[in-house]
């Protein structure tokens, strides 16, 4: 397995494919690195010798922001839109979607399990709500 930029990439799996495991590197980012390297696309991550992988590694860090830079930089984007009270800011703030998603239905990755309001469950709940 080797590292890149402190992440094991999976070494069984072709390199363009094995790159994607690093946060901020999709199909087409991998590609561009692969080629911009000079590494054979369709040789293995485990094949891969130091030089391959320093090379690698340097276009990562010059040329695109990735793994811990890009989740900092996420984060701070999504604090300012929070901090300034936007529409977007105020839906990150109260975990609902954000993209204008419907959220009559549907939305539970977002809002969490089913709440169900005003049931009364239990013979402790019942004989609470007796007194009342």
Do not use: W
Not at 97 to 119: F, L
Request: with cysteine; hydrophobic share 35%; charged share 35%.
């Amino acid at each position: 397995m080797p590292r890149i930029l402190g992440i094991d990439i999976p070494g069984k799996k072709r390199v363009e494919f094995a790159l994607r495991y690093i946060y901020g590197v999709g199909p087409t980012r991998a590609r561009a690195i692969v080629k911009a390297a000079q590494v054979d696309p369709a040789k293995k991550a485990d094949e891969l010798n130091d030089e391959e992988i320093s090379r690698i590694t340097h276009v990562l860090q010059s040329s695109y922001r990735v793994e811990g830079d890009l989740r900092r930089e996420v984060a701070q984007n999504i604090r300012r839109l929070i901090s300034i009270g936007c529409y977007r800011g105020i839906r990150h703030k109260r975990g609902l979607p954000v993209r204008g998603q419907r959220t009559s239905t549907n939305a539970r990755t977002r809002k969490g399990p089913r709440r169900t309001v005003g049931a009364v469950r239990g013979k402790e709940a019942r004989a609470a709500a007796k007194k009342d």
